[in-house]
């Protein structure tokens, strides 16, 4: 009922630039934040960045100053990615959080995930 598209990674050369989109589509009407995750081999799952209806955003210590995500529409959020490190090789899932049960809880969907590698 509710997918999240999210555009295609690649592999970029380490100082490179990325950018990543991820889109809501179906029956969601209650979307609190949108961001982006990440998981490297061997490694959790981490968060990279995040932005609330409202424009608040939150960023991982490692992204600060290279990575900024905008809130293209209520349903679209973009992540520039910027001086491209080796160490930000991963696999990154877009994350929609919501309000169920008419705002007394929250959840998330997940994209599928898009890899991203830097590499020279």
């Known amino acids: 009922q509710v997918q999240l598209v999210e555009s295609a990674g690649g592999l970029v050369q380490p100082g490179g630039s990325l950018r990543l989109s991820c889109a809501a589509s179906?029956?969601?009407?209650?979307?609190?934040?949108m961001g982006w995750y990440r998981q490297a081999p061997g490694k959790e799952r981490e968060l990279v960045a995040t932005?609330?209806?409202?424009?608040?955003t939150n960023y991982a210590d490692a992204v600060k100053g290279r990575f900024t995500i905008s809130r293209v529409n209520i349903k679209r959020v973009d992540l520039q990615m910027n001086s491209l490190k080796p160490e930000d090789t991963a696999v990154y899932y877009c994350?929609?959080?919501?309000?169920?049960?008419?705002?007394?809880?929250?959840?998330?969907?997940w994209g599928q995930g898009t890899q991203v590698t830097v590499s020279s």
């Open positions: 932005i609330t209806g409202g424009g608040d």
């Open positions: 994350n929609v959080r919501y309000l169920r049960n008419w705002g007394s809880s929250q959840s998330d969907y």
């Open positions: 179906g029956s969601i009407f209650s979307i609190t934040a």
